[in-house]
Structure formats: structure tokens, C-alpha cells
């Protein structure tokens, strides 16, 4: 089992910044992808990035050249989010696959202004 929480989110005017952290407790070492989604009001949750254990990214074409997301420790992944636009704002969801099960965090909301 492996338990997911993030923090990091709030209210952020459009062009600025906001970085958001999902630690995990648990089984951590069982982890071989960890990722971020988000789901805005009357949408579908979607895939905003993910990291595989040796390191490598993909991102959604919106976030693209925009959003990094980083592996800090074993049980620690960041979402950095620079030049925030409107259509960002959505429920952030933290992520986390071993093999054969998939975990979820509560979620943290982002808000842009315009």
C-alpha cells in the first residue's frame, strides 16, 4: 500500500508560479511511476505529467516547456508550474503505480486569476 498527500496549492495570479509536492508513505520502494493529474469542474481528470523510476519525463502538450516535474528522494515528487495561465486551474492529484495497483492522493486545488 502506499499513501499519497500534496500540499502546495492556492491562489495565483496568471503568469506566476506555484510549486506543488506529493510525499509518499508506505511501500515507496514499490513505486516504479509517479505522476500528476488534474481535473477541472466539468471535465475529465488528465494526465498533466509523469516520472518513471530512471528519471524520465513526459508532459501533456499544455504544460509543455512550462511545468517540470521532479523526483526529490524516494518518497518525494514536486510539480514546479511557471507561467500559469487560467486554464490551469484545476484539482492537482498526486499519482503513484507499482506493479499491478495505482494510488491516489486527495487532491489540492490551483486557482489562477486573470
Known amino acids: 500500500q502506499v499513501q499519497l498527500v500534496e500540499s502546495g496549492g492556492g491562489l495565483v495570479q496568471a503568469g506566476g508560479s506555484l510549486r506543488l509536492s506529493c510525499v509518499a508513505s508506505?511501500?515507496?520502494?514499490?513505486?516504479?511511476?509517479m505522476g500528476w493529474y488534474r481535473q477541472a469542474p466539468g471535465k475529465q481528470r488528465e494526465l498533466v505529467g509523469r516520472i518513471v523510476s530512471g528519471g524520465s519525463t513526459n508532459y501533456a502538450d499544455s504544460v509543455k516547456g512550462r511545468f517540470t516535474i521532479s523526483r526529490d528522494n524516494a518518497n518525494t515528487m514536486s510539480l514546479q508550474m511557471n507561467s500559469l495561465k487560467p486554464e490551469d486551474t484545476a484539482v492537482y492529484y498526486c499519482n503513484a503505480g507499482t506493479w499491478g495497483s495505482e494510488y491516489w492522493g486527495q487532491g489540492t486545488q490551483v486557482t489562477v486569476s486573470s
Open positions: 508506505g511501500s515507496i520502494f514499490s513505486i516504479n511511476a
